[in-house]
């Protein structure tokens, strides 16, 4: 499964829009690139999935370039409720093969008043 | 209401005592997954299965057992060969054609 590499952690004020992007150079065909999202003692959560371009949910927006070399995961307008760990993750989660996702260390994002 | 559930959600044993770990499922989905989390990491793939009677090693498996005898069902054993025990671990599950895995809400074990 293809390798991703994201900041360990960023910055914000509440109110600001925060684009968090994601490295994965080898991603394979197959792959998909989907976002979870990790609050303090909870299981992660699924916020977001894309192949290619531009996917947008009522949460945040997933931008992927031609080259799907990378994507970048936008929260608009965060509050202080979004501080939280992101993690980016791909691979073929579309569950065709009932397999094993990896997950990194995740981006802390931390939104102050 | 459907989705997984882990209990206890905080656990003590003492050093030297094997430890189960208990996640179920009423989503009726496929695959099961164990996960170790330890402060400041990412989580770390102990075991999974993808359907009943079968599971796979994960990438940290040393010290742990699991069965998967229901589908609803996939607890974890933490044996005393496990050096290092006391972490955060999460269940999770998934089904084949959706996107994403859904987790429970973790037990935090505790070893003194």
């Known amino acids: 499964l293809a390798k991703t590499t994201q900041p ?3 910055d914000s004020y509440e109110g600001q829009e925060v684009n968090i992007t994601c490295s994965h150079n080898n991603i394979a065909t197959n792959d998909y690139i989907t976002w979870y999202q ?4 909870q299981g992660p959560r699924f916020i977001i999935q894309g192949y290619k371009t ?3 949910n009522e949460v945040a927006s997933l931008f992927i370039p031609a080259d799907r070399k990378s994507s970048t995961l936008s929260l608009p ?3 202080l409720s979004d501080t939280a760990v ?15 996702l990896y997950f990194g260390r995740g981006t802390q994002l931390t939104v102050w008043p | 209401d459907g989705g997984i559930t882990q209990s206890p959600k905080y656990l003590f044993r003492k050093e030297g005592q094997n430890v189960t770990l208990s996640c179920e499922q ?14 400041g990491q990412g989580l770390r793939l102990i ?6 009677n079968d599971f796979q090693k994960g990438d940290i498996a040393e010290g ?14 933490v044996t005393s060969a496990q050096k290092n025990p006391t972490a955060f671990y999460l269940c999770a599950s998934r089904v084949q054609g959706q996107d994403t895995q859904y987790f429970g809400p973790g037990t935090r074990l505790t070893v003194l």
């Open chain 1, 8 to 10: 360990i952690s960023m």
């Open chain 1, 38 to 41: 990790q609050f303090p003692s």
């Open chain 1, 54 to 56: 531009k996917v947008t």
């Open chain 1, 77 to 79: 307008r965060v509050s």
């Open chain 1, 86 to 100: 992101y993690y980016c993750l791909v691979g073929d989660d579309r569950g065709s093969t009932l397999g094993r």
């Open chain 2, 26 to 39: 009423n989503l009726n989905h496929d695959a099961m997954y164990w996960y170790r989390q330890d402060p």
């Open chain 2, 47 to 52: 075991y999974y299965s993808q359907i009943v």
């Open chain 2, 64 to 77: 742990y057992s699991v069965s998967r005898e229901k589908k609803e069902s996939f607890p974890l054993t």
